[in-house]
């Protein structure tokens, strides 16, 4: 590699600590999820119908950390340790799909009252019922890329973002 620009999505494949330290964020991550009530789909339902706020300051402090950690990443010559390269934000346009996929998502969010991360932190805490709507969500996502790869032009491959 000759630089941080030369990195590929198969960088990865290249360091041992890649896996590792995706399972322990994920790992951390669910445990945040979970003791923050944001795996309990009632408690994000009370949210979603106005009747406790709580999760708003999870959200917010959430939100407020990702924000400076990005800033301060993106605004320095650091590049990440695992692929080597510079923390950027991804443009993208926004279009239909961006609207109907932002739509599908937030309506299933509302009738199950969990988004897809918490469904398998609630899962982790023992809601078996969450099976259903993480079952959905691999239809969903199956559904999609057939959509997806039935609308590519022939010869023409879209990558997966």
Known sequence: MSGPEAATPEDHDASPWFLPLVFVG???FGIGLAVSQMA??????EFLQF???GLVFVMGGAAAVV?????TASSSDLTAPLSGRRYTRRLKSMDKDV??????FGVGWGLSGICPGA????????????LYG???MFVGAYLQG???????PTGATQPAD
Request: hydrophobic share 55%; net charge neutral; proline share 2%.
């Open 119 to 130: 469904a398998y932190a609630s899962l982790g805490i023992g809601n078996i019922v969450i």
């Open 146 to 152: 057939y959509l997806r790869e039935t609308r590519a």
């Open 26 to 28: 994920g790992f951390i």
């Open 99 to 104: 609207v109907v996929g932002g739509s599908v």
């Open 134 to 136: 993480v079952a959905g």
């Open 67 to 71: 924000s400076i950690v990005f800033w």
């Open 40 to 45: 309990r789909p009632e408690i994000v339902l």
């Open 51 to 53: 009747s406790d706020f």
